[in-house]
């Protein structure tokens, strides 16, 4: 089960591209363009909050267990698909705080390096799982086609299946990316980044009805209220809570996401069961005062040690999550208690997801960062 199967078709550790610095360090920036700083880890902390949510929501509502088998944790999972939004928001804070004082090159190039190691090891290992198990969730087996196209991270735009479900939100992401390289290109104002966040807003609302797919594709307008707003905590935060624009725009994409909600709980509502649109919204409420209160500075306590290893952990651990801990689920649901097989799923899923971040990630970043750094295109 996706998590928002929208026909209109992520969390991140700091290895490079996202730098949690406060932004009170980027006027003293290294000349490299990269923020210096005090690492902001209540982002960490949201990031993992974000994945762990997703997993709970997939693994208490896959249709192996009875309707209440753990009790409030199903109740938990029935909402907890809105982690998503939240990691949407996070996206926007985090992009356009690691991209100010960036150059250009050096801002795609972050992109990939942070994207790409993670992404392309969790698609083969996902395939090999897939193959063994011979029946995977989503259907037949993969084929190589679908594999290989997997791993260029556009299979949404080149309609190929995802190996695993939850890839969706990268298309997303992507896009995010590419549209903030446009300002990006020749370096972040206030201004500029205000301007760009009311344009996308705009084209956001002609697009459902522009007859354009090109535009809808671009503009996204399901999500970009989110990313969008992501971007406007950040200038908050930056520029201080008088910044009166940023709010404006805020409480404006707060109201055009309560009206996309009522699409998004349609696509996450299983057979038999009746998602409450209030609920959904106070979830998603929430998730709007947990960064406004990032922007206002009120979290910064929030500094514990070893929640960057829980924000570097949240990226591995979403793509690996649905499609190999529900193969998990399924293979063992007959002969393991409930609770004893959901909580051994878990601790898997979480220990794989260190496991590559640590050994997988880390290195391969370093390594595919040099070499792209070493091109005569990066020099130049």
């Excluded at 990691?87 to 100010?100: D, L, P």
């Excluded at 995977?136 to 087996?141: E, K, Y």
């Excluded at 696509?267 to 009746?274: E, H, L, M, P, S």
Aim: charge should be positive.
């Amino acid at each position: 089960m996706s998590l928002h199967p929208s026909p209109r078709a992520f969390p991140r550790p700091q290895s490079d591209g996202d730098h949690l610095a406060s932004p009170r360090a980027i006027p003293g920036q290294a000349a490299s363009g990269r923020a210096t700083g005090p690492r902001l880890r209540v982002l960490d902390g949201l990031r993992i909050v974000a994945a762990m949510a997703v997993l709970f929501h997939h693994y208490t509502r896959e249709g192996l267990w009875g309707r209440d088998a753990f009790g409030w944790l199903t109740t938990f999972g029935r909402y907890s698909w809105l982690g998503v939004e939240l990691f949407f928001m996070i996206s926007g804070f985090v992009i356009c705080m690691s991209a100010w004082g960036r150059p250009l090159g050096g801002y795609l190039r972050s992109r990939v390096v942070r994207l790409g190691p993670a992404y392309w090891f969790c698609v083969l290992l996902t395939t090999a799982v897939l193959l063994v198990d011979g029946e995977p969730s989503g259907g037949s087996g993969p084929g190589l086609s679908q594999v290989l196209t997997n791993l260029t991270m556009f299979q949404t735009p080149l309609e190929r299946d995802h190996l695993d479900m939850s890839y969706w939100t990268l298309w997303s992401e992507v896009r995010f990316y590419l549209l903030f390289a446009v300002v990006a290109r020749t370096g972040l104002t206030y201004r500029k980044v205000m301007n760009f966040c009311w344009i996308w807003t705009v084209a956001s609302l002609l697009a459902p009805t522009s007859g354009l797919p090109v535009l809808d594709t671009l503009a996204n307008p399901v999500y970009s209220p989110l990313f969008v707003s992501g971007i406007c905590f950040y200038l908050i935060r930056r520029e201080g809570p008088r910044a009166g624009e940023p709010w404006a725009l805020v409480g404006f994409s707060w109201l055009l996401m309560q009206r996309w909600l009522d699409d998004i709980v349609h696509w996450n509502t299983v057979k038999g069961d009746r998602l409450s649109w209030g609920a959904c919204l106070a979830v998603m409420s929430a998730c709007y005062l947990v960064m406004a209160a990032v922007a206002l500075r009120w979290l910064d306590r929030i500094d514990w040690r070893w929640l960057p290893v829980g924000g570097a952990m949240s990226y591995p651990l979403y793509l690996l999550h649905q499609q190999i801990g529900i193969t998990l689920l399924r293979r063992w649901h007959r002969d393991v208690e409930p609770w004893t097989l959901l909580l051994s799923a878990v601790a898997v899923i979480l220990a794989a997801a260190w496991l590559i971040q640590r050994y997988v990630e880390r290195p391969s970043a370093r390594l595919l960062r040099h070499w792209l750094e070493s091109r005569p295109a990066a020099r130049a």
